[in-house]
């Protein structure tokens, strides 16, 4: 943890608003440093502007200027989704700048110990599960970061006697340098973002970021279960927790036969609770196991654990339940933004699976669907830029039934033509929902409509 005194007079750029901008322009201009809010959209489309003004924060809004990032500032703070290709970033690399994200700044002021969770697929379903865990344990904590609250709006008001539980994604992660998180957590690495990234090899590293700076005292928390998460282990110096649907770990939280049991370093094995008191359908009891153990580590009951697993049924927009019309039962998972995620959704069902996918075109062309579409689909409907591959694919597979539509809204009545009793129809796009929606929450929002006005 700094002093307030580190940051008086310190000359620093906040680039872009949104809500971790504003966040952590007001914490450090509250800490005394000279700050500088920059974003390029026009200042029409910057409602928050105004409100750092009135605190004394400049903001300059409409493009970059030339001189934004010169030899007197000290530190650039950037929104996460903000590029390293952007020119004020490559200025401020070329110059010598420290380049971070708002998370080390809320890491390097708080008083709080944290708990990280990342991964490619299940961060804010296990994140949303520890914080219900903790609480249901009375174990002082908060959660932000990636879902909720921004970490800087949180973090200078927490004590040293609760948990920060922050879902962090690859770009927070990819701007840090100090940060330590007492338990961090991977949950697995599949390739995304690569847009953003360049390569898989960047975006590993990234996620792997989350572990740099542990000591030998600090907890890992791990996915047995996925080959990326083992080879990340060798490089892990902190004491690991290992979770896992398929094998007895040496330490963690696992599933044998029809039991979940736990092992944690200095106690007895002891089973947690039987596998069929999960509520998490599927592969997302990995989600389960992983906010077990997390929740273990920081000091949470059993008790309380076990009754938050045997409750909890998901998070919005992730392999939702929706409704059952007719003896067909509908599932909203729009939040599956990348093929793995959409594997593991249809793997989570036995019955037939009428499947709604398709959106923004990366350049991606699903090979590795054709499989699960083969042993899992009675139809497909897609939309969006990614329909025809979607649909190629699916006719690789042997699919039956195979429709390509204008958007959500038709996909719905096209996939309740097609499913009968004992089916199941699945939003599960494996594509992000930009060409359309501006966001998964929004296009899983009009799916939900739509299902109900059936």
């Known amino acids: 943890m700094s002093s307030s005194d580190d940051w008086k007079g310190l000359r620093?750029?906040?680039?872009?608003?949104?809500?971790?901008?504003v966040a952590v322009a007001k914490l450090l201009h509250d800490l005394g440093a000279k700050v500088t809010v920059n974003d390029r959209k026009p200042r029409s489309e910057c409602p928050e502007a105004e409100a750092l003004e009135k605190l004394g924060v400049p903001v300059i809004c409409g493009g970059h200027p030339v001189d934004l990032?010169?030899?007197?500032?000290?530190?650039?703070?950037?929104?996460?989704?903000?590029?390293?290709?952007a020119p004020p970033v490559q200025s401020a690399i070329t110059k010598g700048i420290p380049v971070v994200t708002e998370v080390e700044i809320a890491y390097r002021i708080t008083k709080a110990p944290v708990i990280g969770i990342t991964g490619s697929n299940g961060k804010t379903t296990t994140t949303t599960l520890v914080g219900r865990m903790l609480a249901a344990g009375d174990v002082p904590s908060q959660v932000a970061g990636n879902i909720g609250r921004a970490l800087a709006e949180v973090a200078p008001g927490m004590g040293a006697e609760e948990w920060l539980v922050a879902e962090l994604s690859s770009f927070q992660l990819k701007g840090?340098?100090?940060?330590?998180p007492r338990i961090g957590a991977l949950l697995n690495i599949v390739p995304a973002h690569l847009d953003y990234h360049g390569d898989l090899v960047d975006y590993t590293e990234s996620k792997e970021k989350l572990f740099m700076n542990q000591r030998t005292e600090d907890i890992a928390v791990l996915n047995r279960d996925s080959s990326a998460c083992r080879a990340a282990a060798e490089k892990i110096s902190s004491n690991i927790l290992w979770f896992s649907r398929r094998e007895r770990v040496s330490q963690g939280v696992f599933i044998e036969g029809d039991r979940v049991i736990a092992r944690l370093p200095g106690k007895p094995e002891w089973e947690l609770m039987p596998v069929s008191e999960m509520r998490l359908p599927g592969v997302h009891q990995e989600n389960g196991l992983a906010a077990a153990a997390i929740a273990l580590a920081a000091g949470c009951p059993a008790e309380a654990v076990r009754r938050e697993l045997s409750a909890f049924t998901g998070v919005e927009h992730r392999?939702?339940?929706v409704t059952e019309k007719r003896g067909v039962r509908w599932y909203n998972d729009s939040?599956?933004?990348n093929a793995k995620a959409a594997v593991s959704a249809m793997?989570?069902?036995?019955?037939?699976?009428?499947?709604?996918?398709?959106?923004?075109?990366?350049?991606?062309?699903?090979?590795?669907?054709?499989?699960?579409?083969?042993?899992?689909?009675?139809?497909?409907?897609?939309y969006g830029q990614t329909a025809d591959i979607l649909i190629a694919r699916a006719k690789e597979a042997g699919v039956p039934h195979r429709l390509r539509v204008n958007d959500v809204k038709?996909?719905?009545?096209?996939?309740?033509?097609?499913?009968?009793k004992g089916d199941i129809v699945l939003l599960s796009p494996a594509c992000a929902s930009w060409d359309q929606y501006t966001s998964f929450e929004e296009r899983g929002s009009i799916f939900k409509q739509a299902v109900h006005n059936l």
């Open 12 to 21: 620093v750029v906040v680039l872009g608003l949104a809500r971790s901008g």
């Open 69 to 85: 990032i010169h030899d007197r500032v000290n530190l650039l703070v950037k929104n996460p989704g903000i590029p390293y290709t």
């Open 176 to 180: 840090v340098n100090t940060f330590r």
């Open 319 to 321: 392999l939702e339940f």
């Open 335 to 337: 939040k599956a933004t």
């Open 347 to 382: 793997d989570s069902f036995t019955e037939p699976v009428i499947l709604i996918a398709g959106g923004l075109d990366r350049g991606v062309e699903f090979p590795e669907l054709i499989p699960v579409f083969g042993r899992r689909l009675k139809g497909i409907v897609t």
């Open 410 to 420: 038709e996909a719905v009545g096209a996939a309740a033509s097609m499913a009968g």
